[in-house]
């Protein structure tokens, strides 16, 4: 019984490092910086909230091929979203990327995206 607890402990923890930053892709010294952009969302109290960031964002357009997708979490302590990269993405030219924050918080993240 004490592993079992002890098991699922560790999974969570394993499962909260995993969410907060996320990273797709790799980038080249030769690739430019096409998205450098901080986005918040204040918390609502006791809700998680889902959020979308398409590249490229709304009424912009982007003929670069993704390279890499940085999301790093400004919280910096563990209580960033979960991410998930729904379409798209590094080989493509757009991208959709689901972040659900954790329950009561809001989100801070910046993105960080490189293109060729
Ligand atoms: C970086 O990109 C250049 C030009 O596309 C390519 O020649 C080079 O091999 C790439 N370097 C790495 C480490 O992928
Ligand atoms: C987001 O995080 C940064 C770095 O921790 C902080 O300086 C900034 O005030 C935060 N912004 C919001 C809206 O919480
Ligand atoms: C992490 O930081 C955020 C923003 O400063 C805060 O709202 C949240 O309560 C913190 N979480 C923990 C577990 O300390």
């Given at each position: 019984m004490k592993v079992i607890v002890q098991v699922c402990v560790l999974l969570a923890l394993v499962a909260v490092a995993y969410s907060?930053?996320?990273?797709?892709?790799?980038?080249?010294?030769?690739?430019?910086?096409?998205?450098?952009?901080?986005?918040?969302?204040?918390a609502v109290r006791n809700v998680g909230q889902t959020f979308y960031f398409d590249i490229p964002e709304s009424y912009q357009s982007n003929n670069k091929v993704i390279s890499a997708i940085y999301l790093q979490d400004q919280f910096q302590n563990s209580?960033?979203?979960?991410?998930?990269?729904?379409?798209?993405?590094?080989?493509?030219?757009?991208?959709?990327?689901?972040?659900?924050?954790?329950?009561?918080?809001?989100?801070?993240?910046?993105?960080?995206?490189?293109g060729k």
């Amino acid at each position: 019984m004490k592993v079992i607890v002890q098991v699922c402990v560790l999974l969570a923890l394993v499962a909260v490092a995993y969410s907060a930053s996320s990273t797709w892709g790799v980038h080249n010294v030769t690739d430019s910086v096409i998205i450098n952009k901080r986005v918040t969302y204040p918390a609502v109290r006791n809700v998680g909230q889902t959020f979308y960031f398409d590249i490229p964002e709304s009424y912009q357009s982007n003929n670069k091929v993704i390279s890499a997708i940085y999301l790093q979490d400004q919280f910096q302590n563990s209580s960033g979203p979960a991410n998930t990269l729904v379409y798209g993405g590094p080989g493509w030219t757009y991208a959709s990327i689901q972040m659900r924050t954790q329950t009561g918080l809001g989100l801070n993240v910046t993105f960080v995206v490189y293109g060729k």
